[in-house]
């Protein structure tokens, strides 16, 4: 009961006070009083370095995944040929045989 008469007598300004000294000298620029975003330290500041300007989708994950794989699936299209159902039945090679083309997979 005592502790709490002696503690409730100290100013909230000296324990405020004591807090900041508690603090290391880089965290003293982030004590804010008032409202509002608080600025960043000039440790932060000098470790981002110099960040070339970016695209607003290079900067959205999301949808950089999304315009990737829709790249990746154009690009699959040259490798292996689109599954055709059958319509009717079959009645010959329609475009003809090329003798220079190879789509066939070799083994190793």
């Not at 959205?60 to 490798?79: E, F, S």
């Amino acid at each position: 009961l005592d502790s709490f008469l002696v503690y409730s007598k100290i100013s909230p300004v000296l324990i405020f006070n004591r807090a900041k000294l508690r603090l290391a000298p880089e965290d003293m620029d982030e004590v804010v009083e008032a409202d509002g975003k608080r600025a960043i330290t000039y440790a932060i500041a000098k470790n981002k370095g110099l960040t070339p300007h970016r695209k607003k989708e290079q900067r959205n994950p999301r949808l950089k995944h999304r315009k990737k794989y829709q790249k990746a699936k154009i690009r699959r299209k040259g490798q292996v040929r689109e599954v055709r159902t059958e319509q009717s039945r079959y009645g010959g090679e329609e475009t003809g045989i090329r003798s220079h083309v190879s789509k066939s997979v070799r083994l190793q």
